[in-house]
């Protein structure tokens, strides 16, 4: 019976958390079509396969097809889903799904290119069919509106959101007459020298230095507001007397003003903080879907209909350079008696 | 050498989106018209490229006719010229849209009697967001593809490319032999202003407009609608350095200090 098959992703070995809500997600459409699902495996060495397949089993996976090729230890992206596009030509699968992840995102754009199939991609639900186009959902605007679609095609070809289903195991694993160990089949592509032009010819790992804007409990982020690169020295300290990092708007990082790695929305960093404090920021949508995860938002703006005051829990209206210096004296006093 | 860039016309849209009527579209009555800021890092690491080694650079979009604004913008900060594949605005999935690319492209190739050493996009379109339209466009031409880079180096004696990709932690670096595609996200340059001058000239860069067939769509947008927002009143701490003491106790209640 055809199939229901999911690509998952791992590092060295260890499944992401996007794969297992993919999983999850696809598991879901199994269902719907009565069809059993199944993992595709890729770049792992047969120990590391066989590890991952049986990870795989408790999110309801049915079988995992291993894909080997002495070429395909790195990554690159072509040989991978060519290796995918033949396997789908062969076992002629329902669907292929992917986490919606940069690599996912690739990887699902080459098996499409590979079978002429369009790719659905970053959808948060699936109303998936025997037969005719799918009903489902996706984001568009990095996540800032839902579009209903509709897809066609043979195979259908999708991605996942990150963080749009939460990774589940399946309820309630058939325990009886099930074999303890997952079914991991090999499968074998066909690759030729052009296949492997784009790969990965070395890696460089990034220094780091302090919280990273992703992980931060408290961030403070500033923008066009906070008016030069300088006037940032104080949204870093008073980052540093919070515990956390310091981020910023698309002006600031176009004024020159903080490195692109510091801007949170649609096209920079997504973040999730406990409190996020916006400072001298407007609160442009493609901004504010960046904080959509954080707890609470506080915003200091000295405009009183900035919008950003409709999306905060807190706000403070007036001038940050006048008002934040003086936040930073009151919390060293207080860290002062505190350690006292 | 050659570069082609391609970018794509999109509403500008402010604090947040009106929806038509219909549910359908976003109301752009009172709304400028952009690109993604990833297109806008597209076209400046094109005229970089061309500034370094020389050679021409183009500009294609596919969209109504108004997208010649986008054109025109591109053309202002130093692109030489523009390319409209022409639609009646609606929307193209993203299968349609690089088969019309790809044959525009090798059109264009014919005309000039070269490649176009170095395609760029960027890594998604910033209202459909399919992340797709350069990958199947370098698959079409065989040719090869690096996505999502925010560093280029262009090696023209040797006729490759290094290109980096950062990931978790740090960077994959990529080297192809050209001619390639490549699909950039924002950091990679800050993008430069037109100057005044530029804003002249680009008047008088041609524009050369070709109306591609429309395909039967895969992918068929039905409806768009907003997701639930953040809801509940914004308490107002105070005003100016008054609200000082306001903001500690908050800071305090919430566990921050
Ligand atoms: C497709 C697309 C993607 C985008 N992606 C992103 C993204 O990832 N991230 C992002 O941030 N933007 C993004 N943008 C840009 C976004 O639309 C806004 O232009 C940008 O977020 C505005 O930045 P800002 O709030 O700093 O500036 P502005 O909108 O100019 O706001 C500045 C604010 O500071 C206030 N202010 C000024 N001086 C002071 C002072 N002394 N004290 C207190 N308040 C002061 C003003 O009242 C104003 O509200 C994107 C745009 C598009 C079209
Ligand atoms: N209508 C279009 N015209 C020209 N280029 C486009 C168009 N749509 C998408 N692109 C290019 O393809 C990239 C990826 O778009 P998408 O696949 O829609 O996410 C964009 O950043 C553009 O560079």
Redesign the interface.
């Given at each position: 019976m055809s199939a229901v098959l999911g690509l998952v992703e791992h590092d060295q070995g260890k499944l992401n958390e996007a794969s297992l809500e993919m999983l999850t997600l696809a598991r879901g459409v199994a269902q719907a079509l009565n069809a059993p699902l199944e993992a595709v495996i890729i770049g792992a060495e047969e120990a590391q396969a066989r590890a991952l397949a049986d990870a795989l089993r408790p999110y309801g996976v049915a079988k995992a097809y291993w894909v080997r090729h002495e070429a395909l230890r790195d990554y690159a992206p072509l040989a991978w889903a060519k290796g995918v596009a033949q396997l789908v030509q062969q076992r002629q699968p329902k669907a292929v799904l992917a986490a919606g992840t940069d690599r996912g995102h690739e990887l699902i754009a080459h098996v499409g290119a590979q079978l002429g199939v369009v790719a659905a991609t970053n959808c948060v639900e699936v109303r998936a069919q025997a037969n005719g186009p799918w009903a489902l959902t996706r984001l568009r605007w990095g996540g800032s509106l839902l579009e209903d679609a509709e897809l066609k095609g043979e195979p259908k070809l999708l991605t996942v959101a990150p963080h749009a289903v939460a990774a589940e195991p399946a309820p309630s694993p058939a325990t009886e007459g099930v074999e303890l160990e997952l079914e991991l089949e090999a499968f074998t592509p066909e690759l030729s020298d052009s296949d492997l032009v784009v790969r990965v010819v070395e890696r460089v790992q990034a220094e780091r230095k302090g919280v990273p804007l992703t992980e931060a409990k408290v961030v403070v982020g500033g923008g066009r507001g906070v008016g030069s690169a300088e006037g940032f020295k104080m949204l870093e300290e008073l980052a540093a007397l919070l515990g956390g990092a310091v981020g910023c708007s698309r002006v600031a990082t176009n004024n020159g003003w903080r490195p692109h790695t510091d801007q949170i929305g649609q096209t920079g960093v997504q973040i999730a903080p406990d409190l996020y404090i916006a400072c001298g920021i407007s609160g442009a949508i493609q901004h504010m879907v960046g904080v959509k995860g954080a707890k609470r938002i506080l915003a200091i703006n000295k405009d009183p209909e900035a919008p950003i005051f409709q999306r905060a829990d807190y706000g403070v209206i007036g001038d940050l350079h006048e008002i934040v210096p003086k936040l930073i004296e009151e919390i060293k006093k207080i860290k002062a008696g505190q350690a006292g | 050498m050659n570069v082609l860039v391609c970018i794509k016309r999109v509403p500008d849209?402010?604090?947040?989106?009106e929806l038509t009527p219909d549910g359908r579209d976003?109301d752009t009555r009172n709304l400028e018209f952009t690109i993604?800021?990833?297109e806008e890092c597209a076209v400046e690491e094109a005229i970089r490229l061309i500034e370094r080694h020389g050679g021409g650079s183009t500009v294609l979009t596919l969209g109504p006719e108004a997208a010649t604004e986008q054109l025109r913008e591109a053309l202002a900060k130093g692109i030489d010229r523009g390319v409209l594949l022409e639609t009646d605005g609606s929307e193209w999935?993203?299968?349609a849209t690089?088969q019309a690319i790809v044959e525009a492209v090798k059109g264009l190739e014919a005309a000039q009697g070269a490649p176009f050493d170095v395609l760029l996009f960027g890594n998604?379109s910033?209202?459909?967001?399919?992340?797709?339209t350069g990958?199947?466009v370098?698959?079409?031409l065989?040719r090869?593809?690096?996505?999502?880079i925010k560093a280029l180096e262009v090696d023209v004696q040797d006729g490759t490319a290094t290109a980096?990709?950062?990931?978790p932690?740090?960077?994959?670096?990529?080297?192809?032999?050209l001619p390639a595609v490549f699909t950039v996200?924002?950091?990679i340059n800050?993008?430069r202003h037109p100057s005044l001058r530029g804003i002249m000239t680009a008047k008088k860069k041609a524009i050369q407009r070709l109306q591609p067939p429309k395909p039967e769509?895969?992918?068929?947008?039905?409806?768009?609608?907003?997701?639930p927002?953040?809801t509940?009143e914004?308490?107002?701490?105070?005003?100016?350095?008054e609200?000082?003491?306001?903001?500690?106790e908050?800071?305090k209640e919430?566990?921050?200090?």
């Amino acid at each position: 019976m055809s199939a229901v098959l999911g690509l998952v992703e791992h590092d060295q070995g260890k499944l992401n958390e996007a794969s297992l809500e993919m999983l999850t997600l696809a598991r879901g459409v199994a269902q719907a079509l009565n069809a059993p699902l199944e993992a595709v495996i890729i770049g792992a060495e047969e120990a590391q396969a066989r590890a991952l397949a049986d990870a795989l089993r408790p999110y309801g996976v049915a079988k995992a097809y291993w894909v080997r090729h002495e070429a395909l230890r790195d990554y690159a992206p072509l040989a991978w889903a060519k290796g995918v596009a033949q396997l789908v030509q062969q076992r002629q699968p329902k669907a292929v799904l992917a986490a919606g992840t940069d690599r996912g995102h690739e990887l699902i754009a080459h098996v499409g290119a590979q079978l002429g199939v369009v790719a659905a991609t970053n959808c948060v639900e699936v109303r998936a069919q025997a037969n005719g186009p799918w009903a489902l959902t996706r984001l568009r605007w990095g996540g800032s509106l839902l579009e209903d679609a509709e897809l066609k095609g043979e195979p259908k070809l999708l991605t996942v959101a990150p963080h749009a289903v939460a990774a589940e195991p399946a309820p309630s694993p058939a325990t009886e007459g099930v074999e303890l160990e997952l079914e991991l089949e090999a499968f074998t592509p066909e690759l030729s020298d052009s296949d492997l032009v784009v790969r990965v010819v070395e890696r460089v790992q990034a220094e780091r230095k302090g919280v990273p804007l992703t992980e931060a409990k408290v961030v403070v982020g500033g923008g066009r507001g906070v008016g030069s690169a300088e006037g940032f020295k104080m949204l870093e300290e008073l980052a540093a007397l919070l515990g956390g990092a310091v981020g910023c708007s698309r002006v600031a990082t176009n004024n020159g003003w903080r490195p692109h790695t510091d801007q949170i929305g649609q096209t920079g960093v997504q973040i999730a903080p406990d409190l996020y404090i916006a400072c001298g920021i407007s609160g442009a949508i493609q901004h504010m879907v960046g904080v959509k995860g954080a707890k609470r938002i506080l915003a200091i703006n000295k405009d009183p209909e900035a919008p950003i005051f409709q999306r905060a829990d807190y706000g403070v209206i007036g001038d940050l350079h006048e008002i934040v210096p003086k936040l930073i004296e009151e919390i060293k006093k207080i860290k002062a008696g505190q350690a006292g | 050498m050659n570069v082609l860039v391609c970018i794509k016309r999109v509403p500008d849209t402010g604090a947040r989106f009106e929806l038509t009527p219909d549910g359908r579209d976003i109301d752009t009555r009172n709304l400028e018209f952009t690109i993604s800021p990833h297109e806008e890092c597209a076209v400046e690491e094109a005229i970089r490229l061309i500034e370094r080694h020389g050679g021409g650079s183009t500009v294609l979009t596919l969209g109504p006719e108004a997208a010649t604004e986008q054109l025109r913008e591109a053309l202002a900060k130093g692109i030489d010229r523009g390319v409209l594949l022409e639609t009646d605005g609606s929307e193209w999935d993203p299968v349609a849209t690089a088969q019309a690319i790809v044959e525009a492209v090798k059109g264009l190739e014919a005309a000039q009697g070269a490649p176009f050493d170095v395609l760029l996009f960027g890594n998604e379109s910033a209202d459909a967001g399919h992340y797709q339209t350069g990958v199947r466009v370098a698959d079409a031409l065989g040719r090869p593809c690096v996505a999502g880079i925010k560093a280029l180096e262009v090696d023209v004696q040797d006729g490759t490319a290094t290109a980096k990709r950062e990931i978790p932690g740090g960077w994959e670096v990529y080297r192809v032999p050209l001619p390639a595609v490549f699909t950039v996200k924002e950091g990679i340059n800050v993008p430069r202003h037109p100057s005044l001058r530029g804003i002249m000239t680009a008047k008088k860069k041609a524009i050369q407009r070709l109306q591609p067939p429309k395909p039967e769509m895969q992918l068929v947008k039905t409806r768009l609608r907003k997701p639930p927002e953040r809801t509940g009143e914004c308490e107002i701490l105070g005003e100016g350095v008054e609200a000082v003491p306001k903001i500690v106790e908050k800071l305090k209640e919430l566990g921050v200090i």
